[in-house]
């Protein structure tokens, strides 16, 4: 797998690197979307018009922070990023039932 990729979905622009300060600011230049990782901790928000989103991380909980899974939607022709929360209490349960 590349340590980046510039992908186009329904017309929207997103450049997807695992560390945001490895980010070459001219190849994320015309994007609508960076999506990023590495730091484990969830974040949104927008730079000049550019949508910058850390889905956090939805493997074992690290450093004290949530566990999290991303998403990403288009609205009204925006891309809209939204961080999800998962309860580790009914996973555990779930998988003690299967057992």
Do not use: C, W
């Not at 609508?32 to 074992?60: C, M, R, W």
């Not at 998403?71 to 999800?84: M, Q, Y």
């Amino acid at each position: 797998m590349p340590g980046t990729q510039r992908i186009e979905i329904d017309g929207f622009r997103i450049y997807v690197l695992h560390i945001l300060a490895e980010l070459d600011p001219q190849a994320a230049d015309n994007v609508d979307a960076v999506i990023y990782g590495h730091s484990h901790q969830p974040k949104i928000e927008t730079k000049n018009g550019t949508l910058f989103f850390n889905p956090g991380s939805a493997g074992p909980r690290r450093f004290g922070l949530p566990i999290t899974v991303g998403r990403v939607t288009a609205e009204h022709g925006k891309l809209r990023a939204e961080i999800v929360e998962l309860s580790v209490e009914h996973h555990r349960r779930s998988i003690r039932r299967r057992r």
